[in-house]
């Protein structure tokens, strides 16, 4: 587990969406805890993984690359992705780095799980 | 439920602003083949999805991870391998400038094939590119460096994807092996610069996704290879026709 960084595991109102409550840093040494979290969910069954950045703090380039490596593991094993919580400044390097193409982005968890319907 | 909240975040000064099109205040040939493009990463590109990663120790070398990477953004293309070109942009290598690049499309071919990167981030311990449309890579390329015990390591990680299917033919064939030795040459270079003698690079390289992107097909339209070879088999018609005119 790389210190400054959580990656909580939360079900949601629906059976088949799990939310992943992101806090503290992403970067290419947060990969254990980021994938972990990801392995338990769709252990858990779900085919849609809500990935929550609310409490995310600090991301690098080395952060952006694990969340492509994330997506590759997601659509590789059929499930889909989805980003709730980003303040502007990350909404912007989602833009910037055109990983909101591939990873569709909410507002609130509640607007995900509407969106998934 | 979470909402958006606004908080401040260390990395902000470090991250590019979002642009809809690149423009650039590097001067080089090539120019031309970078304004007006959009930047494509490994999820916009066409072939399998690697993973490289190449390191060098500075064994012996007084200097911390902080100041070889202020030295590589410095002198970054004096390390670039020979018969390559890095045309840096007049704020160096900071966040949102656009660097124009030549390199040979094969070792030792006497045609330069002309492209750019962004950097998309920059701090005191690395920096990224990534590439623009039309680049033979969609890729993002990392630049870092780090305290080993003692030692400093120097480390160049790509993330890519060929763009298209010309070029994935070409990785099939053996470019992706030479893409691979033009960034040992690179970190050679750096560790030399720096007093290492005897460099050794070490080599990483993951295939993230064997599946081909075909829904990307279509970015061959942006490929500089499809237009030299358009170019040159209509070099006799265009010839003629001037011909003719005078």
Known sequence: MTSGT??????????????????????????KPLMAAFGQAVDSGARTVILDFGGLEYMNSGGIGLLVTLLVRAQRQGKRLMAVGLNEHYRQIFALTRLDEAISIHDTADAALAATI | MTATEPHPNRDTDSWARPVDRLTTTASGSGTDTV????????????????????????????????????????????????????????????PGEVALLEVPPLPGSPIKMSTGVMVIYADSESFAFMTPEGHALSAWITFSAYRDGETTVAQVQALERTSDPFIELSYVLGANRMNDRFWEQTLENLARSVGVETPLVAATKICVDRRRQWRHVRNIRHSPALSMAMSTLTAPARWLRRRRAT
């Not at chain 2, 500075?58 to 002198?75: F, N, R, S």
């Open chain 1, 6 to 31: 959580r990656a909580e595991v939360r079900s949601t109102a629906q059976i088949d969406t799990t939310l992943i409550r992101i806090e503290g840093e992403i970067t290419s040494g947060t990969e």
């Open chain 2, 35 to 94: 304004t007006g493009k959009r930047v494509a990463g490994p999820i916009q590109g066409f072939g399998q999805m690697w993973q490289k990663t190449f390191s060098v120790r500075l064994d012996g070398v007084a200097t911390t991870a902080e100041q070889l990477v202020a030295h590589w953004k410095e002198l970054f293309p004096t390390f670039w391998p020979k018969g390559s070109t890095f045309y840096a942009p007049l704020a160096g290598i900071a």
